[in-house]
């Protein structure tokens, strides 16, 4: 029991951690230029199709998330300057056609080019086992390999937004956008830099998945919908906020979904506790999105000033 | 980003004063005799033709219509986007689906169960979901619609992912009036002219005036002493209401009832619909219906990727037109703001 519960913590967490890498572009795309782009998703899509067909040309899942790291970057640049960069003044509603229209775009793009038969990518020959945690508890090797990964990439992030002039620049960008600008900082170069940064995040978390789900056209859809719930608990433009509420959405969702029918069965029958579980356990993520909105309509961490 | 982050005491736009005696020009008043008078033809025309498929897509088209016309009411006079809307398309379906499960057909109980329902859930989602502004609210309402998405996705109990096939169509005081397409027509174009006089008595009414008031500077709606919080949570309250009874006629209309209804690329198509017939106008969103289920049919024949057609023709519009579709639907239909 104690086993499953660890295991069950660690695929929340797991899971968790992609949904950190998928909303940190997206907080800083909505904070630093209060876009909302609904095509984030697609990027993780496409983040996993680009693997899956790197990988399968080079043989070696390595190379394959190595080539289509910076093919993803090219295209989140291509995208910015071809049309986010025509978005940025626009209202909300003309930001929410636009993205949408991207979606329905790249949708049917991979889906002409690959068919819309799920993909699946091999798992990398060297991290196919499971490593021994403690006691008889096993735990796959490429799962464990994505959350060092994603805590590797969370700490860079830290760094980067902390302690660097881009982080600075950043920071100062999403709370105070205008003034930023006035002071000479080259505003328009800056945001390409965070769109193409969120467009590599969000294709890595895609190419670090592949190998564990299969990789079909509606996958990017899925995922953006559960990244609008952690960047609104963790409060738009905050990374911290972001990664607290991300690891948070991942384990209340994992957790949820197992141990919720288990929990409902000491106040129900079998049957029923079963079929509520199922019911409740896909909303669980939005009632907390709910709670925490109720208290605190701008996020656990909100970011100053709010003056735009 | 909130719009009580802006504290402007701009004047608050012309068409929440307009004069009430200045008659509006010959077109404007006509026009909706005009809509709802070629739709009453259609029954013609598919005779004429022989094709009873014209029928079944001018009732779809209505059926959309009713539900655009709905979400206009909180988008274009209150300027509240709303992502999820879709789902009320959904709960009314599954009124529907669910009662004739348990052998209830009536078309009234019907009725009554999906206001219930959607009435109930618009309450809770909408009280959560106003406590927040702009990007916020259009993040939260797409979220409140994908969780009643996966609520009905995972309703074993009714079909989960493959939805309820209907054995027929809904009964009026036991009697099948509805199995004739030809009624079924009638009675939405019906219930689409009533929605549409109800609208614009709600848009002309006081409540009406501060709803769009809100919309154009809620700011000084707060100052001269008005609470936008009750118009807006009623306003989001009878358009998902609205959107249920579209629901409803839907679900009669393919007699199958399935989750699809209600994802979020189905609240994305709505909002293009009020968006591309003219925001914030009484027949806007009833053209916009007209035309997005037209450019769907056209498109849908002309290959099996028609959804990459339309992405181009949102992106390009709005690219293209300096102040979004809004503006170019505005530029279009002459700079009348009616």
């Not at chain 1, 920071?171 to 080259?186: I, K, P």
């Not at chain 2, 927040?132 to 309703?155: D, K, P």
């Amino acid at each position: 029991m104690l086993n499953l519960f660890l295991l069950q913590s660690l695929n929340g967490i797991q899971f968790g951690i992609l949904l950190f890498l998928v909303a940190a572009g997206l907080t800083l795309i909505f904070g630093v230029m209060d876009l909302i782009n609904l095509a984030h998703g697609v990027l993780y899509m496409i983040g996993a199709y680009l693997t899956a067909a790197f990988a399968a040309m080079t043989g070696s899942f390595a190379y394959g998330i190595l080539i289509a790291l910076p093919a993803t970057l090219a295209i989140g640049i291509a995208l910015e300057v071809l049309v986010f960069r025509r978005l940025y003044d626009r209202s909300h509603l003309d930001q929410v056609l636009a993205t949408f229209g991207l979606i329905l775009i790249l949708n049917e793009t991979v889906k002409i080019i690959w068919g819309s038969a799920p993909l699946s990518v091999p798992m990398p020959e060297a991290f196919s086992g499971s490593i021994q945690l403690m006691g008889n508890l096993r735990y796959p090797t490429f799962r464990i390999l994505i959350i060092a990964a994603g805590l590797a990439t969370a700490l860079g992030l830290y760094f980067m937004v902390n302690h660097t002039r881009l982080g600075m620049l950043l920071r100062a960008g999403a709370t105070h956008g205008a003034m930023v600008s006035a002071l000479g900082v080259n505003i328009r170069r800056l945001f390409m830099i965070v769109f193409g940064l969120g467009a590599m995040l969000a294709g890595f978390a895609g190419g670090m998945v592949a190998p564990i789900l299969s990789v079909d056209p509606g996958m990017g859809d899925s995922i953006l919908i559960l990244t609008f719930v952690v960047i609104v608990i963790g409060g738009v433009g905050s990374v911290r906020g972001a990664f607290v509420a991300a690891i948070l959405v991942g384990l209340v969702d994992t957790l949820g979904r197992s141990f919720g029918p288990m929990l409902l069965r000491n106040l129900l029958d079998p049957a029923a506790a079963a079929q509520m579980g199922r019911t409740l356990a896909p909303m669980l993520v939005y009632i907390l999105m709910a709670a925490v909105l109720y208290l605190r309509p701008t996020g656990l961490f909100p970011m100053g000033g709010g003056t735009r | 980003m909130s719009e009580a982050a802006t504290p402007s005491l701009g004047p608050v736009s012309s068409s929440v004063i307009d004069a009430p005696h200045v008659r509006p020009p010959l077109l404007a008043q006509s026009a909706p005799w005009l809509i709802f008078g070629l739709f009453a033809a259609v029954p013609l025309l598919a005779l004429a033709t022989g094709d009873s498929f014209i029928l079944v897509v001018a009732t779809r088209m209505l059926i959309f219509a009713l539900a655009a016309l709905s979400l206009n009411l909180i988008m274009g006079y209150g300027a509240l986007v709303s992502f999820g809307h879709a789902a009320y398309i959904g709960i009314g379906a599954y009124a529907v689906g669910i009662l004739s499960s348990y052998g209830i057909n009536d078309l009234l109980l019907q009725i009554a169960a999906a206001l219930a329902a959607s009435g109930l859930f618009a309450l809770v989602t909408g009280y959560l979901s106003l406590r927040t502004s702009g990007v916020y609210f259009i993040m939260i309402t797409l979220a409140f619609g994908q969780m009643a998405f996966f609520f009905m996705v995972s309703l074993s109990a009714f079909g989960g992912d493959d939805g309820i096939s209907l054995s027929g169509r809904s009964t009026l005081f036991g009697a099948d009036l509805l199995r004739s397409n030809l009624v079924l027509f009638y009675g939405v174009l019906g219930v689409l002219a009533a929605a549409f006089l109800l609208m614009r008595m709600l848009v002309a009414s006081r409540f009406g005036r501060v709803l769009r008031g809100t919309r154009d500077n809620p700011t000084r709606m707060r100052a001269i002493g008005f609470s936008p919080f009750s118009f807006q949570l009623t306003a989001y309250v009878i358009a998902g209401m609205i959107a249920a009874l579209a629901g409803v006629l839907l679900a009669n209309q393919v007699q199958f009832v399935s989750p699809a209804y209600m994802t979020w690329a189905r609240s994305g198509e709505l909002i293009v619909m009020v968006v591309l017939g003219g925001m914030g106008t009484l027949l806007g969103p009833i053209i916009g219906a007209t035309v997005f289920i037209l450019l769907e049919d056209v498109l849908a024949h002309f290959s099996e990727h028609w959804k990459l057609g339309l992405g181009l023709i949102l992106v390009l519009v709005v690219l293209g037109s300096r102040d979004g579709m809004s503006g170019l639907a505005r530029r279009l239909r002459g700079g009348s703001d009616v």
